[in-house]
Nanobody
Framework: QVQLVESGGGLVQPGGSLRLSCAASGSIFNINDMGWYRQAPGKERELVAAIARGGSSNYADSVKGRFTISRDNAKNTVYLQMNSLKPEDTAVYYC??????????????WGQGTQVTVSS
């Protein structure tokens, strides 16, 4: 079984920074794409950023230049550095990973979500 455990959410003032982490554990053979989604109240879940195993990444237009996604393949961990945070970044952030495990060839796993609130 594969689990994704997120950390790093919280309350921050506008203009502040947070760093989210997500560690995958279990019987993992390989992880391809990893990424972060978010869902604000009353809105659909949206992709924030994604990163391939080789390091290429893409971002939602709303976060380009402010957020940076990175990963440590040796630790099966993905990070999201969020700078210049705005109230509209407030949402539950979910980690995702496309995992080849002992149970599945490749399957997308989701974390439990971590709340990010940007407010003064």
């Amino acid at each position: 079984q594969v689990q994704l455990v997120e950390s790093g959410g919280g309350l921050v003032q506008p203009g502040g920074s947070l760093r989210l982490s997500c560690a995958a554990s279990g019987s993992i053979f390989n992880i391809n794409d990893m990424g972060w989604y978010r869902q604000a109240p009353g809105k659909e879940r949206e992709l924030v950023a994604a990163i391939a195993r080789g390091g290429s990444s893409n971002y939602a237009d709303s976060v380009k230049g402010r957020f940076t996604i990175s990963r440590d393949n040796a630790k099966n961990t993905v990070y999201l550095q969020m700078n210049s945070l705005k109230p509209e970044d407030t949402a539950v952030y979910y980690c995702v990973a496309d995992v080849h495990s002992a149970i599945n060839y490749y399957r997308r796993y989701w974390g439990q979500g971590t709340q990010v609130t940007v407010s003064s």
